[in-house]
């Protein structure tokens, strides 16, 4: 009997997985209708899957048990019907090796393939290359897939995100061109808490130019030579040179982005403070309710 194919759309950050993500969401009765099916309830619970593989419960301020069992479920749900199924989220992208495999052990029974979207290199690549160094990502997601054929590689067009959407219909089975993208702002998740969260980290710190030509180079030979399905031009891959620093108009919008940056990095730091406060306050509180229940007990006894 043939196995039922499950896409797992992993990213990469920045190439538009969010809004694929919402135009499943919009169109999940229709994708139904033609045997594909969208498992997740809801970008929470997608959101929440991904950080219990990625065990970053504690970095984003959640509990265990607010995250425990969401990939569990997704799979129940996948299994339970005969159609092919497409999950993602773009934090799945920086995987480690063991929780790859822990998400591929819970499709046991179905063929599982992973779409990366890849756009230019992002400049943070240096200080995040799990989630950003696209040939790491893929290499990662091969070995657990079984082999180059069940890695789809799709180039993105940075202004036209529904080329992405209809490369993935061409690969799970849907005609795109009669289901439209939602509204970019339909896609606003804790996703975009991941790009604050690498912004914040990294202001400031981005590889130079020729490094990420060469970088893109680079990945095009590997993407090329390891037999992945790519879908789109590999040369779009490589960043064209900025306007030099005489551009006025260059230099402004640098002078926003360092602004932007610098306020990014400042908001963050305050959330993890005040989430870190929580945390101080909770366990003192847990601490007090104990020595309460304690001193009760020790009034009943001498009572």
Not at 265 to 288: D, F, I, K, P, Y
Request: aromatic residues 4%; glycine residues 10%; hydrophobic residues 45%.
């Amino acid at each position: 009997m043939r196995k039922q194919k499950s896409f797992l759309l992993v990213g990469l950050p920045h190439t538009g997985v969010p809004l694929l993500a919402a135009a499943l969401e919009q169109h999940r009765d229709t994708l139904a209708g033609h045997g594909v099916r969208v498992p997740v309830k809801s970008a929470d619970e997608a959101f929440r899957a991904a950080v219990e593989l990625r065990r970053e419960h504690k970095a984003w301020g959640l509990r265990r048990r607010d995250v425990e069992g969401a990939w569990a479920g997704i799979c129940r749900r996948i299994l339970k019907h005969d159609a092919t199924a497409v999950i993602g989220h773009e934090l799945l992208a920086g995987a480690a090796p063991d929780e790859i495999a822990l998400l591929v052990d819970g499709l046991a029974g179905r063929q599982v393939h992973v779409v990366v979207l890849a756009g230019v290199p992002d400049g943070r690549v240096g200080l995040f290359p799990d989630e950003l160094d696209l040939a790491g990502v893929l290499a990662r997601w091969e070995r657990a897939v079984t082999g180059p054929d069940r890695v789809h590689v799709v180039v993105t067009d940075p202004d036209d995100p529904a080329v992405a959407w209809h490369a993935l219909g061409v690969l799970t089975g849907f005609d795109a061109e009669w289901l439209p993208l939602p509204a970019p702002a339909a896609a606003v998740s804790a996703a975009d808490v991941a790009s604050l969260r690498l912004i914040a980290e990294s202001s400031g710190v981005h590889v130079d130019h020729d490094e990420l030509v060469e970088l893109a180079e680079e990945w095009g030979k590997v993407a090329a030579g390891r037999g992945y399905d790519v879908v789109g031009d590999l040369h779009d891959l490589v960043p064209v040179r900025p306007a030099g620093p005489t551009d006025p108009t260059r230099a402004s919008y640098d002078d926003r982005i360092d602004i932007l940056n610098g306020a990014l990095s400042e908001a963050v730091a305050e959330v993890g403070r005040l989430r870190q406060q929580l945390t101080v306050a909770s366990e003192q509180n847990a601490r007090l309710g104990r020595k309460g229940r304690k001193r009760g007990r020790q009034r009943s006894a001498l009572g």
